[in-house]
């Protein structure tokens, strides 16, 4: 066991680096016309992201394409806004590489996430506000953008607008939503995509986000792209001809947009009917039984982070709508086109009884 008297003064070093930090980046951003006057973001839209009413202002409109894809444009604008974000781009400045991963750190209220030496944002959740500089090289980049700076914004300012990040997949129809929740290797990724060849809309892969508005709960993804691992080749043709790069986690396998790639539907968002929980198994096997809804809470809340009182508040009022949703336990093995064709068939008799009204909690 580490002795306590080493630890404090760790733990306070830690504290004054990350304060440092944020008062570096609050100082530089400040300084000059940064904020106001001469670093004007003249381009302003709204959006719902996740549920939530976005504001964005910039002066890049690389960034507002990328944001067109990712959240759903609104043509009106509205009264208020549940969180306001602006991003100015630098031209000025040289074209760093970005890093292989984005820098987040937190204290108290306010977050901070780095993306290259020239570009960062941080994040007041009290004020629901956010503010970022970014290099050329990022600002117009509009893959990097859907991929990596919008998917951290959700991350860092969700829970204080009452959104969940779950650590799952999601596919559709007919606007009905499949969560398919699970650890790494789980196969989630895999199996959303077996299901949007067999007639689902894809949704997302690994990360999907949740809101309640008016005690109705949605799903939404971003317009990320599709990773799968290296073994996937085995099971969809259309992957046996293309060469498996390295993800970011340091894993070989391949990522693509799942529509050129794969043909599949993408879809926005969903209102979701069932969550279904996955435990991998080494041999063929499809056995679905019913998790109850404090086993299925517990199985969401394992994997949420640690939020500021507020924002934790908020989540806990999703994942209790959640879970009052039919929640069931897949133990299963074997090919990923077998098993969706048994789940799907699962999820649209349970579906046509969901909207008869016949569905209850066994």
Not at 75 to 88: K, L, N, Q, T
Not at 144 to 156: D, E, H, N, Q, S
Request: aromatic share 8%; glycine share 8%.
């Amino acid at each position: 066991m580490m002795d306590s008297r080493s630890v404090q003064p760790q733990h306070s070093f830690i504290r004054f680096e990350l304060r440092r930090r944020v008062d570096l980046v609050c100082t530089v951003m400040s300084a000059g016309d940064f904020l106001c006057q001469d670093a004007a973001t003249p381009l302003c839209e709204f959006y719902a992201a996740a549920g939530a009413v976005c504001s964005l202002s910039t002066n890049c409109e690389t960034l507002l394409e990328a944001a067109r894809e990712s959240f759903l444009p609104i043509e009106d604008p509205p009264g208020s806004v549940d969180f306001a974000v602006r991003f100015w781009v630098d031209y000025s400045t040289s074209a760093p590489p970005a890093w292989p991963k984005p820098y987040v750190r937190g204290l108290n209220h306010l977050v901070f996430a780095g993306f290259d030496s020239a570009s960062s944002i941080l994040a007041d959740l009290r004020a629901r506000r956010v503010i970022g500089r970014f290099s050329a090289a990022i600002g117009d980049d509009r893959s990097y953008w859907k991929a990596v700076v919008f998917p951290v914004l959700l991350t860092i300012a969700g829970a204080s607008v009452g959104i969940v990040e779950l650590h799952c997949s999601c596919v559709a129809k007919q606007k009905s939503g499949l969560l398919l929740v699970g650890a790494g290797r789980s196969g989630k990724s895999t199996l959303a995509v077996a299901l949007a060849q067999q007639g689902f809309g894809f949704l997302s892969d690994d990360r999907t986000f949740c809101s309640s508005q008016k005690g109705k709960l949605s799903a939404w993804g971003l317009g990320t792209t599709l990773k799968l691992r290296s073994d996937a080749g085995n099971h969809f043709s259309e992957l046996k001809d293309k060469s498996a790069i390295e993800l970011p986690n340091g894993e070989r396998g391949f990522r693509f947009e799942p529509e050129l790639a794969l043909g599949l539907e993408r879809v926005r968002r969903c209102e979701p009917r069932l969550l279904v929980f996955l435990e991998r198994r080494e041999n063929p096997e499809f056995r679905l039984t019913d998790l109850s809804p404090e086993e299925a809470k517990a199985r969401l809340e394992a994997d949420l982070m640690a939020e500021l009182p507020d924002g934790a508040a908020g989540q806990m009022q999703v994942i209790d709508k959640l879970v009052e949703l039919p929640c069931c336990l897949l133990q299963y093995g074997g090919r990923p086109q077998i098993i969706a064709e048994k789940l799907g068939a699962h999820f649209e008799q349970f579906d046509d009884r969901a909207v008869a009204g016949d569905v209850s909690r066994t």
